[in-house]
Every structure is written in C-alpha cells, then in structure tokens.
C-alpha cells in the first residue's frame, strides 16, 4: 500500500531559526495535504497543494510539491513559540478507489525555544 | 470553517464493554468519514472509512466486529469499541471529508479511550 515517509521525526529550534520538514510518498499523489497539530488538540487543516511544482506561502510557512508528484515540504521562516506543534503531511492516492483517502506521514514535533 | 463535533473528549470504562463515540459535521454533509487511532506522539492510523448509508471499508488489521461503524446519516458517524480492553485504550479521532471543499478534512477533537 501506500506510504508516506516524513523526516524528521523531532526537530528543536531556537526562537528565530527556521524549519523544514519533508514528506516522501511511495506513488504518485493526486494531492497533499498539510496539517498543524498543537499538543493534546486535533489536527487542523493548513493547505493543499495539487499542481506539480507548485509553491505556496502562508506568512511564514512555505509549502512546496515536487515535479513528480511524489514529496513535498514544508518550510518555517523565523520560527515562533507559537509554531510549536507537530506537523503532519498528508498524501492522497492519484484515481482510483483511494481517491481522497489520506495516508498520512509521522509527523514531524517542532519545539521552539525561546 | 467548517465544524465537526466529536464527543465524548474522553471516557474511562471497565474492561469487557462497549463504547460508542460520535462524530458530527455541524454545518456541512459529510458523504464520508474517517475514523483515526493516533497513539501518543504518533501518527495518524487511519481505521475505517466511513461512508454514509453503505458498510464501512475498513483498514487491513482492524477488527471490522471489534470497531463498529455506523454512518446513518449526512451528518453522523458512529464508533463503537466492543468489549474493550486495555489495549484499546488511545486517541480516537474522525474527521468528515466536505465535497464542497475539495476533499479538505475537517477533523473532530478526538477522544481519549482509557480502558481499565
């Protein structure tokens, strides 16, 4: 079945310094999906990237999806204590009967020191 | 956004019964829902899907006569963890697809089974 790999696992930073994780699928995805969860909430939707190649920014936050469709990242500038949290991508198959069932990958625990 | 409501947040119950969690989508139809387990600082392992007025597909190694799922109508899904056990004990969490946002998940705020 699909999989969908994420690195790193942990990352600590100090307040200021940036961040980056990195999402690797198995196959092709249709599309990607980011997700922020704080400690103890539920996920919560960040952005969805479906074009290859494509790039987009929120603030601080850059997410990008590779040409063949198959890894992503996600790209913190200047990280703030209130971007603690662990960040999940998430990969939908591309047709079939997948289609729109996500495989999400382990998710990456960011820890901002102030 | 759109919300969904998932209760209970947390139960604790004895070894051998049942428990039944919910999940709504308050303003919005939700065709299909997901059911999660995440254990802690873990991902997400999805369960089940959920698909309204038709059987439930479920995961490969997820016990479809342990983990009932009911998705009677637009706006509700059903699971119920039978005869748990401390095994059982984790972070449930749905999460309804909405058509109208292109496949976004709008997910519940889970709840934490704690079997005894």
């Known amino acids: 079945g699909q999989q969908v790999m994420q690195i790193p696992q942990y990352q600590h930073v100090q307040e200021g310094e940036d961040f980056t994780t990195y999402c690797n699928s198995s196959?092709?995805?249709?599309?990607i999906q980011w997700y922020k969860q704080r400690p103890g909430g539920h996920p919560v939707f960040l952005i969805q990237?479906?074009?290859?190649?494509e790039v987009k920014k929120q603030k601080r936050l850059t997410f990008q999806f590779g040409e063949a469709k198959k890894n992503s990242s996600l790209h913190i500038t200047a990280t703030q204590t209130t971007d603690v949290g662990t960040y999940f991508c998430?990969?939908?198959?591309?047709?079939?009967?997948?289609?729109?069932?996500?495989?999400f990958g382990q998710g990456t625990i960011l820890t901002v020191h102030p | 956004g759109a919300v969904v409501s998932q209760h209970p947040s947390w139960v604790i119950c004895k070894s051998g019964t049942s428990v039944k969690i919910e999940c709504r989508s308050l303003?919005?139809?939700?065709?299909?829902m997901f059911w999660y387990r995440q254990f802690p600082k873990q991902s997400l392992m999805l369960m089940a899907t959920?698909?309204?007025?038709?059987?439930?597909?479920?995961e490969q190694g997820v016990e479809k006569d342990k983990f009932l799922i009911n998705h009677a109508s637009l706006t509700l899904s059903t699971l119920t963890v039978t005869s748990a056990h401390p095994e059982d004990s984790s972070f449930y969490i749905c999460?309804?697809?909405?058509?109208?946002?292109?496949?976004?998940?709008?997910f519940g705020s889970g709840t934490q089974l704690s079997v005894l």
């Open positions: 990237l479906v074009k290859s190649g």
């Open positions: 998430a990969g939908s198959n591309a047709g079939g009967t997948s289609y729109g069932k996500l495989t």
């Open positions: 196959t092709t995805l249709s599309n």
């Open positions: 959920s698909n309204e007025g038709s059987k439930a597909t479920y």
């Open positions: 999460s309804a697809r909405s058509a109208a946002a292109n496949e976004k998940l709008f």
């Open positions: 303003d919005f139809q939700a065709t299909t």
